[in-house]
């Protein structure tokens, strides 16, 4: 298996060769799973030689994986420009937990985005308080006022882009190199680009996370995270996770590195049928903005362009004057799309979503996007058609009327 790591190639190309890792890679397509717990050596000099090399590809001890995991580790690294090496999890918010924990101690100041995923903001003000870590939000777009949040114990600094639910895009680049000026750790949380979308440690980023539940996964059945990162924050990123004896199941790892495989082509249809969907709803009276920076004229697409090289089809509408209970209604009666969390999968999702409540440091919706109108709805576009899907939104608007 001649692979495509030493060439170059697209991302097509690459998502296909990348991972296929080991002695089997010229006879099956896909490495198998290796289900083990314990792994054998010949004998007591060879055991002992085994603990010291503590690498993806020396076999150890079920803990440390085995060649489907080290495959899956082998594929996320070679995708992301910059990273010598990437440690899974049993979650996307283990990998967000699990990397904070390998760069922070007690003392420390973690600097959050206030647009971060909900749950990575609560355990900054809940585990990371209690073991010592103290935490201050901060408005990812106030980008002149960025340096003086910093103080002494500054160590970390936590982002997202584009931001949870409201989609907002902040300067990466400018954020990160801020960060370092101050001699913190800049982490991002690129679940919703990807590798493929965004090169986040090209961009300035020490440590990249993503939840592969989503995207990667794409299929709505399976569970884990990743970081990824240059020599000297694996090292930390990986022997932390092993402090905290986290391991991945070589069923899931298997499962990942099949919706790998697929990942571009539906990325690229993903994005393709919700900039159509997201061209419908702007054109509409009864919505007052469209937040999804792949759309031309939205907040962000200038960033978006610059700094991205891919989408996906996850984005948010805020309704113009109407209430929870019209929103329920149009929701409800959406027929495709499945409501409920996550997103990145095969099929279509609606979530109905407050964002006041959740910000602490931007002014939103005053400041933020301008926006006047609080009813806001987060789609995530599958792989249905996109006619059939604008055909349904169609119907339930109509359905949201009529209450
Ligand atoms: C879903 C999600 C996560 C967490 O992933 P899980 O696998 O559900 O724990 C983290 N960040 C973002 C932006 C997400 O949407």
Redesign the pocket.
Same mark, same amino acid.
């Given at each position: 298996m001649a692979g495509g790591k030493d060439k170059q190639v697209g991302d097509g190309t690459r998502l296909v060769t990348t991972g296929r890792r080991g002695d089997f890679a010229d006879t099956v397509v896909n490495p198998p799973v290796w289900r083990a717990s314990t792994h054998l050596y010949p004998d007591c000099a060879t055991l002992r030689a085994g603990t010291k090399a503590n690498e993806d590809g020396a076999f150890f001890y079920g803990r440390r994986g085995a060649p489907t995991q080290w495959a899956l580790c082998d594929a996320l690294t070679e995708l992301e420009p910059g990273a010598a090496g990437t440690v899974l999890y049993p979650? /996307? &918010? @283990? @990998? !967000?937990v699990g990397a904070l924990m390998a760069v922070l101690k007690a003392g420390d100041v973690l600097l959050v985005a206030d647009n @971060?995923?909900d749950? +990575?903001r609560n355990t900054a003000m809940g585990l990371l308080k209690r073991y010592g870590v103290e935490h201050r939000f901060f408005d990812p777009l106030d980008l002149g006022s960025f340096a003086d949040v910093f103080c002494e114990k500054t160590k970390a600094v936590m982002l997202?882009n584009p931001g949870?639910l409201t989609m907002e895009m902040c300067d990466i680049p400018a954020l990160a190199k801020i960060a370092r000026d101050h001699g913190a750790v800049s982490l991002v949380?690129n =679940? %919703?680009a990807t590798s493929l979308g965004f090169h986040a440690l090209e961009h300035g980023c020490d440590i990249t !996370? +993503?939840? &592969? =539940?989503?995207h990667i996964g794409g299929h709505s059945d399976l *569970? *884990? /995270?990743a970081a990824s990162a240059g020599e000297r924050w694996y090292r930390r990123l990986r022997l932390t996770a092993q402090q905290l004896g986290h391991v991945v199941s070589p069923d899931d790892a298997a499962l990942a590195l099949r919706g790998l495989r697929t990942m571009g082509v539906r990325l690229q249809r993903e994005t393709a049928s919700a900039l159509a969907t997201a061209r419908w709803l702007d054109a509409r009276d009864d919505v007052a903005h469209v937040l999804y920076p792949v759309l031309p004229g939205s907040p962000g697409h200038t960033l978006w362009q610059r700094d991205f090289t891919g989408g996906c089809g &996850?984005f948010s509408f805020v309704l113009r004057n109407r209430d929870d209970a019209a929103r329920c209604r149009l929701i409800d009666a959406l027929d495709l799309f499945g409501i409920g969390?996550? %997103? /990145?999968g095969f099929e279509s999702l609606a979530l109905p979503f407050d964002v006041p409540g959740v910000r602490q440091k931007m002014d939103w919706p005053k400041k933020g996007w301008g926006l006047g109108d609080d009813c806001g709805i987060r789609l995530s576009i599958g792989l249905e058609d996109a006619d059939d899907l604008i055909a349904d939104l169609e119907s339930a608007f109509a359905v949201m009327d009529e209450g």
């Open positions: 979650s /996307g &918010l @283990a @990998a !967000i @971060a995923y749950p +990575t997202e949870s949380d =679940t %919703w !996370i +993503t939840a &592969l =539940t989503k *569970m *884990m /995270g &996850l969390y996550s %997103w /990145g």
